[in-house]
């Protein structure tokens, strides 16, 4: 009925992220006409996980409103704190609200192709759709993403308009292979051969080392600045290759119980990234998150970098920072 009547034939209709997904599920609300106000955000716990208990109460509180809930969308890699979602916990609770769930595994898909770092995506396996990115993980050329359905029809029931001059049933192939039909635009170019290329190239194993070495590199660097003067980790045990950390310069340290150390740690971000930026040393991106002040996110998807690098990105920060005035 929605594939005719569209929004006028079906109730009001809600979807659920954490506070913490990435701002394209909010998006998505506004551009299928659902509306941002109706994408209800779950709280996240202090790693930046999905809680699933207030998941369940926003669930049942939509529908003692007349809300009809139909999706939960999980993310396997946050984009700032890199975390993932309790995957099979969320999939126990769509099971039983009957809910479409979609895994945003665009930033953490990547971990799949290692042994040691798999369990990080646990219970992915049972999501409706899934979202994946090898252009960031895997360091695919941008842009190459795909979207796996778990149902094989779906997406030819939902948007075919069978269009004769282009998909006749006729043909001397099995017309199964033509996706044109199954998603929102017809022509597009062929992303997936730069994937496809790789895998070749590198195989299984050559990804699994390049993740692993990403992994490893982020551990030596979180273990290189945790007990460093002037660094402060803002969360100890990042999930995936995402370190966050504040910069704490010479005029802030031992302050920090002072009214406006928060307003002052504030600037110094942005004043180092000028720094960076300006000499052509780096590019390393901040950002506050809730009531956090600025701080870096250093994200390694290189796997061309060692641990040498890991202390001149240190390094670097500090030579930058240490003088500032704030």
């Not at 969320?90 to 769930?101: G, H, M, P, S, T």
């Not at 359905?149 to 001397?172: G, I, P, T």
């Not at 300006?278 to 009531?291: A, F």
Request: glycine letters at 6%; charged letters at 25%; proline letters at 4%.
């Amino acid at each position: 009925m929605p594939r005719t009547k569209g929004v006028y034939a079906v109730p009001k209709l809600v979807l659920f992220t954490s506070e913490l997904a990435h701002y394209s599920t909010k998006k998505l609300a506004m551009f299928m006409g659902i509306g941002s106000e109706n994408c209800i955000m779950v709280k996240a716990d202090k790693v930046g996980k999905m809680d699933v208990q207030d998941l369940e109460t926003k669930i049942t509180e939509a529908i003692d409103a007349g809300a009809s809930p139909f999706l939960v969308t999980a993310t396997a890699g946050t984009t700032v704190f890199g975390a993932f979602d309790p995957l099979i916990p969320i999939a126990v609770v769509c099971k039983k609200y009957n809910l479409w769930l979609h895994v945003d595994a665009a930033w953490g898909g990547g971990a799949l192709m290692s042994n040691k770092h798999k369990h990080l995506l646990s219970g992915i396996e049972l999501a409706d759709s899934v979202t994946w990115n090898p252009h960031k993980l895997l360091a695919a050329p941008q842009q190459c993403s795909t979207f796996l359905v778990k149902h094989r029809q779906v997406l030819k029931d939902a948007h075919s308009c069978n269009a004769q001059y282009l998909f006749q049933k006729d043909k001397f192939y099995d017309t199964s292979y033509d996706t044109g039909d199954k998603h929102i635009q017809c022509g597009r170019r062929a992303d997936v051969l730069k994937f496809w290329f790789m895998w070749k190239a590198k195989g299984s194993e050559g990804f699994e080392r390049h993740i692993d070495t990403l992994f490893d590199n982020a551990s030596y660097f979180l273990e290189h600045i945790k007990n460093r003067e002037g660094f402060e980790l803002v969360i100890g045990e990042p999930e995936c290759t995402n370190v966050m950390f504040w910069y704490v310069p010479k005029c802030l340290r031992g302050r920090q119980n002072d009214p406006d150390y928060g307003e002052r740690l504030h600037k110094v971000a942005p004043r180092i990234k000028e720094r960076m930026i300006k000499e052509g040393s780096m590019m390393v991106t901040y950002q506050p998150q809730g009531r956090l002040v600025n701080f870096f996110r250093i994200v390694f998807q290189n796997s061309a970098l060692d641990h040498k690098d890991m202390v001149y990105f240190a390094n670097e920060v500090d030579r930058l920072g240490r003088d500032l005035i704030v």
